[in-house]
């Protein structure tokens, strides 16, 4: 894959630090991408979304959610078990090591809420435009409220 020079946008540019850094991340080689859990993100509506992070072993004691400045990590821990097994695990297929997984959210994304059921973690995320944010409707007046300044008029 190629690699994307940004340094000249960076000079004519104000305040897209940000967005230069995210693409940058984008380039990267994924050859330590991670991918346990696996995931996945859905639009639920126009302004509504929900990521689903497969947790199959993990209890809600076991997983902590954060979201922080633009950032949503989702860690899972195992505690260790206090009851002492006396099956011997001939295959261990079922995964339950320790994650963490970050996700990027834009702007006005906040959590809504959390729920774990049948081994699925359900996070629903809602985009929430502030007022002073949307865009509205500028009525035309009539210019009948308008006065004149008068300016003198001098002929040399």
Do not use: W
């Not at 695990?89 to 006005?108: K, M, N, P, T």
């Amino acid at each position: 894959m190629r690699h994307v020079d940004f340094t000249p946008l960076y000079r004519s540019t104000v305040g897209f630090d940000r967005l230069f850094s995210m693409l940058d991340q984008l380039g990267a080689s994924d050859g330590g991408a991670q991918t346990y859990p696996p995931y996945n993100i859905e639009r639920t509506g126009e302004n509504a979304y929900r990521i689903t992070i497969a947790v199959a072993g993990f209890s809600d004691a076991d997983l902590s959610i954060e979201a922080r400045e633009n950032t949503l990590t989702v860690k899972g821990e195992k505690k260790p078990a206090s009851e002492e097994k006396t099956a011997e695990v001939l295959y261990r297929g079922i995964a339950s090591r320790a994650f963490e997984r970050r996700f990027q959210l834009a702007d006005h994304v906040e959590v809504k809420g959390a729920s774990l059921e049948n081994g699925l973690l359900h996070i629903d995320l809602a985009r929430e435009i502030p007022e002073e944010k949307k865009s509205r409707q500028i009525p035309i007046g009539k210019a009948d409220g308008l006065r004149q300044i008068e300016a003198s008029t001098t002929v040399n």
